[in-house]
């Protein structure tokens, strides 16, 4: 089961493309997209909350096949 308070929390460094903890540019644009993210919610929490179920229901389906999937010869 994929858990929802994570995937919301994990979200900014799944939006980032390099590693945050290495450089200081990559840091700023990840602490710039949690806070983008962060206004997002606190101004259209309707479409956020929308876009994140999006998001957790594509991860249990893929959680699912992966597991279907060893099943299978």
Not at 42 to 48: W, Y
Not at 54 to 64: G, P, Q, S
């Amino acid at each position: 089961m994929v858990n929802a308070d994570r995937v919301k929390r994990k979200l900014p460094s799944l939006l980032v493309d390099d590693c945050s903890n290495r450089h200081k540019k990559s840091w700023n644009k990840f602490m710039r997209t949690r806070s983008r993210l962060s206004n997002f919610k606190k101004h259209n929490p309707e479409r956020f909350n929308t876009l994140t179920n999006k998001i957790i229901a594509d991860l249990t389906e893929l959680e699912k096949a992966s597991q279907t999937g060893h099943d299978k010869p």
